[in-house]
């Protein structure tokens, strides 16, 4: 890359005037991440050729990484109809916080005509202060994570033995038992990951963990991070760490880690990228002890969160949580019946018959079983126990949603783990095929 850029300024110094030329010069620094360099060549091209929607495309990108709110107005604005939603939603941010509320709603309301789903609750609440004629102010951050005991140990998890011991050894044995780990130089602290399909109990154990060890549970939501104003998620995200050190020991669960640590080559702005490196710089513990501060990421994705929080010292031990094995699904069956009337169940045979199903899946099933019960006693009008053959029957309309993640599963361990990350998923989809 450094080659390229060499070569490409040499060949300016001949022919300065040649705007492709400087545009592929511009496009090259932006991919190696020179927004700088990048947004100085951008400027040059649009004094020579001020029309050129490219140009204006990519001078917004720029600006948008260095955080320069009035330039992304600039560039964006004459080019918004290009903009991909994402771009439309970045423009009305960066105008708002420019002061340029009216160009603000304007955009704000095009992305909505594009797509009203894509409605944002900060730009809301900014752009209406401002029709009332409120003084332009940050709006209310929401309250912060409330840190918690929960009441809910692995004796309400289903199975999975194997898994909670593994759970015991890097987050409740080191809180425990601190003075033994440190004993054999071990810290007490650092990031676990937990990624599997969906519905298989990945929060439920994580709160289960926090149970066994009577940590404090801190839930960190996607909502009380991510704000529109520059440099607030980041600060957001340090007080929330900087706490979390203050009442060690404690757990910080993240749910879809993803939604903050998305991997960098997939994020196209500077706040994304600005979040990622904010999160790796909490979990270095730069310039404050992470001792006695476990966090705890969960995801669906494990393949969009970016490498750099899988090195040593961040989320280093990345645990698959697969779908419950036989033993451990009727052992879901049973927790999920045991407040509910029921006649001569037999959960082995169930079990038997439900493989892949998730712990979300299995719940779903007695609830559909359930259904079956109630609708007979509703028109005698007595309790009617749910039988064998209702949940039997229920087991054809309930089918397992994890065969969906399992498939997208496969092509990575095929084509995407070199690394050994899959590992796991490999000899479960292994055993699963026998």
């Not at 720029?62 to 994402?86: K, Q």
């Not at 997939?266 to 270095?284: A, C, F, I, K």
């Amino acid at each position: 890359m450094a080659d390229a850029v060499s070569a490409l300024r040499e060949a300016l110094a001949f022919s300065p005037d040649n705007v492709p030329l400087r545009m592929h010069l511009a496009r090259t620094l932006l991919e190696a991440g020179r927004w700088q360099e990048a947004a100085s060549e951008l400027r040059e091209v649009l004094l020579r050729a001020p029309d050129r929607a490219d140009a204006r495309l990519a001078a917004g990108t720029a600006a948008s990484e260095l955080g320069d709110d009035a330039r992304v107005v600039e560039h964006w604005w004459p080019v918004r109809d290009d903009l991909d939603p994402e771009d439309l939603r970045d423009l009305a941010r960066a105008a708002v916080r420019s002061g340029a509320r009216d160009r603000a709603q304007i955009a704000y309301d095009e992305l909505l005509a594009r797509d009203p789903a894509l409605r944002d609750l900060e730009l809301d609440r900014a752009l209406r202060m401002h029709l009332v004629d409120t003084p332009a102010a940050e709006p209310e951050p929401p309250p912060p994570p409330r840190p918690a005991r929960p009441a809910i140990t692995f004796a309400d998890v289903g199975g999975l033995e194997s898994l909670k011991e593994r759970l015991r050894m890097d987050i409740i044995y080191p809180l425990q038992r601190p003075d033994l780990f440190r004993a054999y130089g071990k810290k007490v602290g650092g990031g676990v990951l937990l990624f599997g399909p969906p519905g298989v109990g990945k929060t439920h154990l994580a709160r289960a963990a926090a149970g066994e060890c009577e940590a404090s549970f801190v839930v960190v939501e996607i909502q009380q991070v991510l704000d529109m104003w520059l440099g607030e998620s980041e600060k957001r995200l340090h007080q929330i760490f900087e706490k979390a050190r203050d009442e060690a020991p404690t757990i910080l669960f993240f749910d879809e880690i993803e939604a903050i640590g998305a991997a960098r080559h997939q994020l196209r702005h500077g706040p994304g990228r600005r979040m990622v490196n904010q999160l790796l710089t909490e979990l270095d513990g730069v310039g404050a002890a992470n001792d006695r501060v476990l966090v705890l990421g969960a995801t669906n994705a494990p393949w969009d969160v970016d490498p750099a929080l899988r090195r040593p010292g961040r989320f280093d031990r990345v645990i698959f949580v697969p779908p419950p094995d036989v033993a451990a699904r009727a052992e879901v069956l049973k927790l999920a019946f045991r407040d509910r009337p029921v006649e001569g169940l037999d959960l082995n045979a169930i079990a038997r018959r439900t493989a892949r199903y998730s712990g979300a899946d299995l719940v779903h099933l007695a609830e559909v079983a359930s259904e079956r019960a109630l609708s007979e006693a509703l028109r005698s009008g007595k309790v009617r126990a749910i039988t064998q053959s209702d949940v039997l029957a229920s087991v054809d309309r309930v089918r397992p949603t994890t065969v969906e993640w399992l498939d997208v599963a496969r092509r990575y361990v095929t084509y995407a783990n070199q690394a050994g990350l899959y590992d796991d998923v490999a000899r479960y989809l292994e055993k699963a095929a026998e």
